[in-house]
């Protein structure tokens, strides 16, 4: 007879190791996007999505309860949410922990059930599920569990490898539910991510060894491990306050925006390098204060306390982990006294990247430009950010990437003090005409109506190069090609960036084509780009045309028709 229940301790491992595996094989899966441009990302999306939560984890020890540690997950990883499938595996994540965390032990009935939930919570997450996706494989997972939990009752072990193969023949399957990446000669990436991280908690469940020294996770969430496990040896002769203090609040009830604030001033009052985090039940806290049992008395106001935890800087000698406590500080300060100015009416926020395409935006009124973009999405927890800046009743969001609308979507539902309006603009482009159609004097609603319809009205094809072999919408794509990519697939390959440009013109003008706007990237010489508009000009002389400097990364040039 083998294991029948899995224990908090288990569980932690279990959740650490896959994981790992996720982050070690990224690349690998990076690998398999579709489309062979140099930005594929799915593999990084999970990974920094998963090791958001895997921080969270990380900070709160090793002897947790199965509550806590679905806290951590769950929060971890919907802040530090990146890309569809980050925001997808957030959801899993989510509907999974949901069902367990009031348990003690796991068997492999509540497995399923909570395996069930994810299920559910994820598909209700996407607007329009697609099969042969992260989510067909999901759902594999989850009816082979159901069905296996009551004969597998008395060895997980059985149980979990019999999931695990139904998953991996679900996205062997991908090819046949999606042409695409049958034509591209691949699995869908998303869904062999989730198969990753599954391989690596099987890893652990069977004692399997796999180092969990995990590499620092770009942009997580403001209260990490990391970082607090750096703060605890900051130290000088001459530190003005002298105490590393950190402890969470076990909240009798919710806290309000308003005791948040009031909170943090009361312990900016006491010290510096304040970092404060807060969800419906639990407050993290860490400041540097000459007097720790005042803040821990004032937590005690709000409910009961634990991981309580006081370091003497003033033993220690790291002045530069000083230094970067205090411009921590520095920047909570000005976040407070940007939340005492009163609230504009409207306020926009753009995913942006480019020096050139970052000045456009703002030149059409953009409060708060995200860095990011096909490159590098930005998570839910960078989107959440920015809306807190703007400090705006009405927060418009521009994601300009179909791959990030779902992380606004989900920022959208985490924010309740303000109205929260995404413009699902799948291209930069888009965003810019969504940018240009906005009236001040029509209500949100209708301005988010007529932003949306503008913006489909705009067509795109952005020119990169191709990074592998590989078939395409029928066109057969070798490693070095300049393809350009439409809103519905490939509209020319070729070996010359200006031929490859107007080929994909001449097939996406029509006579309704008035203007073509040109943004010229990085890699592609101002000399080139000139050249590149005069023959668009003179190929098609009933539209006007336009150049501008992007300054963007990896593609060539963006290219709107409208």
């Known amino acids: 007879m083998g294991i029948s229940m899995i224990d908090a301790g288990m569980l932690r491992r279990m959740f650490l190791t896959g994981a790992r595996n996720l982050e070690i094989k990224k690349e690998w899966i990076n690998q398999l996007n579709v489309f062979p441009v140099p930005d594929g990302d799915t593999g990084t999306n999970m990974t920094l999505t998963i090791m958001s939560a895997v921080s969270e984890v990380n900070a709160l020890g090793e002897n947790v309860s199965i509550e806590d540690l679905c806290k951590a997950i769950s929060g971890g ?3 530090g949410a990146r890309g569809n499938s980050g925001v997808i595996l957030s959801q899993l994540l989510r509907g999974f922990t949901k069902t367990i965390r009031d ?32 989510l067909t494989v999901a759902r594999a997972l989850s009816d082979k569990a159901l069905e296996t939990a009551e004969q597998s009752a008395d060895d997980l072990d059985q149980f979990f490898h019999g999931i695990l193969e139904e998953g991996q023949a679900a996205l062997e399957r991908t090819p046949e ?13 998303g869904g062999q991510g989730l198969i990753t991280v599954l391989e690596g908690c099987l890893d652990a469940f069977e004692g399997r060894e796999l180092s969990l020294d995990f590499e620092t996770p770009v942009s997580a969430p403001s209260f990490s491990g990391a970082e607090i496990s750096e703060q605890k040896s900051i130290s000088t002769d001459d530190i003005k306050f002298g105490y590393c203090t950190e402890f969470i609040i076990n909240l ?61 800087m003033r033993i220690e000698h790291q002045e530069k982990l000083f230094r970067e406590s205090e411009k921590r500080a520095a920047l909570e300060k000005e976040a407070a006294k940007k939340a005492q100015k009163p609230r504009i009416k409207n306020g926009f926020i753009t995913v942006s990247t480019g020096d050139g395409l970052s000045e456009i935006f703002r030149g059409l009124g953009v409060n708060s430009l995200i860095e990011g973009g096909q490159t ?69 609603e209708d301005n988010l109506k007529a932003m949306t319809e503008a913006a489909e009205a705009v067509k795109t094809v952005e020119i990169t190069y191709a990074v592998r072999d590989t078939k395409i919408d029928g066109r057969d794509i ?21 031929e490859v440009a107007l080929e ?9 084509t008035e203007l073509i706007s040109i943004y010229n990237g990085s890699e592609f010489d101002d000399d080139a780009a000139g050249v590149l508009l005069e023959e668009t000009q003179e190929r098609f002389p009933n539209c006007d045309v336009e150049l501008n400097n992007g300054g963007q990364p990896i593609y060539y040039c963006i290219i709107s028709i409208e």
């Open 77 to 79: 990883s919907l802040r």
């Open 103 to 134: 348990e003690k032990e796991l068997s492999s009935e509540i497995i399923a059930k909570a395996m069930e939930r994810a299920v559910e919570t994820a598909y209700k997450a996407v607007m329009k599920p697609k099969e042969g996706t992260i």
């Open 177 to 189: 539910l999606l042409p695409v990446l049958k034509e591209a000669g691949v699995v869908d990436s």
């Open 252 to 312: 009798e009830k919710p806290i309000s925006e308003e005791e948040e604030e009031k909170l943090k001033e009361y312990l900016l009052s006491l010290g510096d390098s304040l970092v404060l985090v807060s969800d419906d039940e639990i407050v993290k806290i860490h400041v540097h204060t000459n007097h720790p049992g005042l803040a821990f008395e004032k937590g005690l106001e709000y409910g009961s306390l634990s991981r309580m935890k006081i370091d003497n």
């Open 376 to 444: 590098m999405n930005p998570s839910t927890d960078d989107i959440i950010r920015s809306i807190k800046e703007v400090h705006a009743e009405n927060v418009f969001i521009l994601p300009n990437n179909k791959n990030i609308i779902l992380a606004a979507n989900q920022a959208k539902a985490l924010v309740d003090d303000c109205n929260v309006l995404v413009v699902p603009t799948k291209t930069i482009p888009q965003g810019i005409t969504a940018m240009i159609s906005f009236l001040e004097e029509q209500s949100p």
């Open 478 to 498: 070798h490693n070095g090609d300049i393809m350009a990519i439409g809103d519905d697939g490939i509209a020319a390959v070729g070996n010359d960036i200006k």
């Open 504 to 512: 994909a013109l001449e097939a996406l003008t029509d006579d309704d």
